[in-house]
Structures are given as structure tokens and as C-alpha cells.
């Protein structure tokens, strides 16, 4: 019998396909997902790795036999799921394995819209029901629905153009002046969703590893190991470009490179975005916002959000404990050192995409480079041994940072 707890973490589903998980136990999980969630209906979607389409069909079909109806958007990024899961107002399944290598699948799961399951709001229920359902030789049999249930619809629905021009209205970019912007899509999802969110804007894309191929011929699609950032900040500098974008393999988060070819910390990018969004909730009434930002993210954040008549509230990692202290303290945006980034304009979920679009907004704002833009936002050097340019030392609080809550464990 399979070790489901190998695979089902603390927010996702993960592990190697055949080897750890295939399409019998997606089947089994879209079953259980219906049942655990009571969904009539939900939303799936996909990223570009080869055995996701099997496995996002297995799952629909595993939740079509318990009585939900079932839209399948297709091909999209993990943040065009979570806008389908709002827009819709269902729960949603993304099939993508994110940044890990190609062997590698998992489902990210949500309920209506875009809020998040993890291991305290329903997914141990869901792996436990498939555990129960599974013999120890590893045969699933997963009960009937029952009496009176007649089995889900499953449909097709493109939601690519509703995805961006729901970006587009949060993000004026129309009257920007005229950016270079590089973007290294890693052959993963932001090839898919970036020639739609930035056509007819005063853009010059110069696309890198637009093709979709879950295989990664060129580099892993993981920008926060610096290794996978050389290519596009190559490229930055021979085209001179303004700024470069690098998105991870399901594109739900975005790296960004300065016109020097250096990457921007995410923790700078937080407190760039945070500073447009507290503007934006000031001017709406909002009297002090929150924002939310991660333990090991920079004391640049706290400060920059005091500073501009904000409050902040410190959690953990990961992506469903994140979401669930933004619903608690009502936060406008929170940040991750990862570079994932939170909007309540956006269901509470998280999206590269909106960020890089503020980030090309503030850019484009303004006659300056991009470098001289974020050094306020960018006040503390990395320790001496960091590999990773954006990482900085957690160290105590400078005595003009006032104190940040620490959320509830």
C-alpha cells in the first residue's frame, strides 16, 4: 500500500508520477474532494507537464461519479485557476508540480472562491477517505455515490481572456511609457499566460522559453535558485532591457532582474507593491491597512509599511496559512521571501503575474531606472555566504520598526 502521507502535504498534493501516485488515485482524490467539500460542481486546470492531462481527467472523472459537474479550463497557470475558482465562486483542483522537476505532479486544491485547503481546513479528510479506500496490495475501490446521485457533467471553458483582462482592470498599464521587459517563461505556464495579459500594452517582450514543455529542456523552472536566473540576466543586459521576469513553472510566482542584470530581492518587490496598495485602500477609506509578510522576509517590509501608514501582521510559510490570516485580519497584500505575492483583489490568492504588473506600473510611472527605484525598498545587504542574492539576514527589529503581530500558530 502507497504512503499517502509521502505525498499529501501540508497545503498540496506532491510526488512522482507513476512511482508515487497516477491516475487511479487522482480518480480517488477528485471523489473524495467532492465529498469532503460537498461541491455540486468545480473547477479544474492543468499546467504543461506531460502526465497532467491524465491525471487532471482521472480526477474529474472521479468527481463527476460522486454527482458534481465539472469545468475543465485547460491549460492555465496556477493564479488563472484561482481567478476561475472566484470568478465561478467553486472549489478548484490545479494539477502542476510547480517549480520541481518533470517527474513530479501534485494538485493544489481550493473551495469556491479561491479559499485555500490545507492540512487544517479539509485536506487530511480527503487523504484519509482515499486511504480507506485503498486495499494494502495498492487497488483503489471507491464506493458508489449515493442513491438518487446522478453523475457530474464535465465541460470545457476557456477563461484566458477573462484571466487577463481581470488583471488588466487592477492594474492600469495603458499609460505607462514605452519598457523593454525580458521575460524568461522557464518553458512553463507564463508562456502561456503572459502574450495574453501584456498584448497591446506599450511593452517590448523579448520572449525566453515561451515553449510549453514540462520536460524543462533549457533550465529547471525554479527562479529562486540563482542558477535558473543567468539566462534572462544575460539577456537583460544584450537587449537592454528596462527590467526581466522570471516566472516558475506554474507561473503563480515571478522573479524580477534590474536593468544591470541583478535580481531584485522579492522582499523590495513586497514592499514596492505594498506601498501602492496601502495608497490604494487609503484613498478608499481604509484608515491604517494590513499587510502580511513571512518570517524571513527582510525588516525592509515592516519599515516601508509603518512608514506609509500601514500595519503588518507576521506568519508562516505557506501558501493556505497565508491566505487564511489575510481573510482573518482583512489584509490588502502579503508577501513571501519565495516571491509569492497575496492580493485581496485577487479572492486572497496569490499571483506573479499582478506583481509584475505593479512592478511594471511603478516603472513605468516614472522616468528613473528600476534599480534606483527599489534601493529604498531595498535597505539590507544579503549575509556574506548567501547563495541567493535576495535572501537577508533576519536579525532584530531596527528601534524605528514598531512591533509586528505574529499571527496565531
Known amino acids: ?26 480518480r480517488a482524490f ?32 472521479g468527481a463527476a461519479a460522486q454527482g458534481a459537474d465539472v469545468v475543465e479550463i485547460g ?14 465562486d467553486l472549489p478548484g483542483a490545479m494539477f502542476t508540480a510547480s517549480h520541481n522537476p518533470a517527474q513530479y505532479n501534485g494538485i493544489k486544491l481550493c473551495r469556491a472562491g479561491a479559499s485555500p485547503v490545507g492540512e487544517d481546513t479539509g485536506l487530511v479528510e480527503i487523504r484519509e477517505l482515499v486511504e480507506s479506500w485503498t486495499a494494502a496490495d495498492g487497488a483503489v475501490s471507491i464506493p458508489a455515490a ?14 484566458l481572456r477573462p484571466y487577463a483582462d481581470h488583471l488588466r482592470g487592477l492594474v492600469d498599464l495603458t499609460g505607462i ?68 521576469l522570471a516566472f516558475d513553472g506554474d507561473a503563480d510566482r515571478c522573479f524580477v532582474v534590474d536593468e544591470r542584470g541583478e535580481p531584485v530581492s522579492p522582499s523590495a518587490i513586497t ?17 491604517e491597512p494590513t499587510i502580511i509578510h513571512n518570517l524571513i522576509t527582510s525588516w525592509t517590509v515592516p519599515e516601508v509599511v509603518h512608514a506609509h501608514g500601514g500595519k503588518t501582521v507576521r506568519t508562516r510559510v505557506g501558501h493556505s496559512f497565508i491566505k487564511q490570516e489575510m481573510a482573518r485580519t482583512n489584509a490588502v497584500f502579503g508577501g513571501e521571501h519565495s516571491a509569492h505575492y497575496y492580493f485581496r483583489d485577487f479572492w486572497r490568492a496569490d499571483t506573479g503575474m499582478l506583481a509584475a504588473m505593479h512592478v511594471l506600473a511603478a516603472l513605468g510611472g516614472q522616468q528613473g531606472t528600476l534599480s534606483a527605484l527599489v534601493a529604498e525598498y531595498d535597505r539590507y545587504a544579503p549575509p556574506a555566504r548567501s547563495t541567493a542574492p535576495w535572501t537577508t539576514r533576519r536579525r ?7 512591533p509586528t503581530v505574529t499571527c496565531p500558530a
Request: aromatic share 6%; proline share 8%.
Open 1 to 26: 500500500m502507497r504512503d499517502l502521507k509521502q505525498i499529501v502535504k501540508a497545503y498540496d498534493v506532491r510526488g512522482v508520477v507513476p512511482e508515487q501516485w497516477d491516475e487511479t488515485l487522482s
Open 30 to 61: 477528485g471523489a473524495a474532494f467532492v465529498r469532503v467539500t460537498d461541491a455540486q460542481a468545480i473547477v479544474v486546470g492543468h499546467d504543461m507537464r506531460p502526465s497532467s492531462p491524465g491525471l487532471t481527467r482521472a480526477f474529474a472523472e
Open 75 to 88: 491549460l492555465c497557470s496556477t493564479d488563472q485557476l484561482y481567478f476561475a475558482s472566484g470568478k465561478l
Open 146 to 159: 449515493a442513491d438518487g446521485v446522478t453523475p457530474g457533467r464535465i465541460t470545457q471553458q476557456d477563461e
Open 177 to 244: 511609457r514605452p519598457l523593454k521587459v525580458a521575460v524568461d517563461a522557464g518553458n512553463g505556464m507564463g508562456g502561456h499566460t503572459v502574450p495574453s495579459v501584456f498584448e497591446g500594452l506599450p511593452l517590448e517582450v523579448v520572449p525566453m522559453y515561451f515553449e510549453l514543455d514540462g520536460t524543462f529542456p533549457n533550465h529547471e523552472a525554479n527562479p529562486l535558485d540563482p542558477k535558473n536566473l543567468v539566462d534572462l540576466q544575460a539577456k537583460v543586459r544584450e537587449v537592454g532591457a528596462d527590467i526581466g
Open 271 to 287: 514592499a514596492l507593491v505594498a506601498v501602492r496598495e496601502l495608497a490604494k485602500a487609503k484613498a478608499e477609506g481604509e484608515a
Open 396 to 402: 532584530a527589529p531596527p528601534p524605528s520598526v514598531p
